[in-house]
């Protein structure tokens, strides 16, 4: 057997294999955050080619955390009925489910929120973004209050766990980073304030769901800034997130959003999520322009990382799990049909 295509087991979460299908944002939702047909058509589709986990794209916390108008929401129980047909038909097609929730802070969209974006400090890292206004003690508690609450609503949907968005230049990457947090309360004046916020976030969804849920967080390894967040520094951090009650870590970068354009080649974050790996000891998953079976299957026998994530890839081509099984020489795949 390849070692992409070996099981897993994750806090109870048993995945048949190691592919992961990362949060891509579908613009697919309601104005209200709901999910529609052609939402659930685009993930059953990949559901059905064969992934053993789907994360669903970043879903807002809050009406202020919005970035797009069509995005996902869970900020009321009424998102709930519309996500659990969802959910249960990834399950029966044999694919975990895990749903992705973030606050976009700084990147929010001031069209579509009706305000200023929020963030840590009135600092934004990209001169594209209108600067936004410096959150009060009382927003912040609202943040750590509704991550809690909407990973609740997650685990009433039936999703077997939720993962926290870190990265990306949204709000707890934010928070992390010394480039969009000049705080000088607790949540700033250094490393330990800066990781306060995600830290009891953390805390505050375990307590909510309790053991049974898997909690990853998606965490923004490299900023890609001067002064920034460096792979370095994701090797201390990561522990700090796991001892907070994290199951996995999901490894990406870029403080201004996701940059293919600096990193190249196949698996580019690979060699951090090797070292966060070893530091960590949790399972680790990695994304970064993965294309190609082989390559996917040596970052997990190499323990680069425990699960991959094809990104792109299975955008283009749902069936890209089911050709990979044909292509690594999987037992049984002979008959494998490719739709």
Known sequence: ?????????????????????????????????????ETSEYYHARAAGGVGLIIVEHT?????????????GLVSDAHVGFLRPLVDEIHRRGAGAVIQ?????????????GQTPIAPSAVTASPSEPTPVA???????????????????????????????GAHGYLLNQFMSPVTNTRADEYGNGPEGRLLLPVRIIRAVREEVGPELTVMYRLGADDGLPGGITPEDAREIAPRLVDAGVDVIDISGGLRGYQPFEWKGEGFFADISSRVKAACGVPVIVTGGIKSPAAADSIIRESKADLVGIGRALLKDPDWAVKARLELGEPGTDDVAIR
């Open 135 to 165: 959150m009060d003690a009382q927003q912040i508690d609202q943040v750590i209050e509704a991550f809690a609450a909407c990973a609740r609503r997650a685990a009433d949907a039936g999703f077997d766990g939720v993962e926290l968005h």
């Open 101 to 113: 929730l973030t606050h976009a802070g700084a990147r929010a969209t001031a069209d579509v929120i």
């Open 60 to 72: 807002y916390v809050l009406p202020s955390g919005r970035r797009h108008r069509r995005q996902l």
């Open 1 to 37: 057997m390849s070692h992409l295509f070996s099981p897993i087991n994750i806090r109870g979460l048993k995945l048949t294999n190691r592919i992961v299908m990362p949060p891509m944002a579908s613009y697919t939702g309601t104005e209200e955050g709901y999910v529609t047909p």
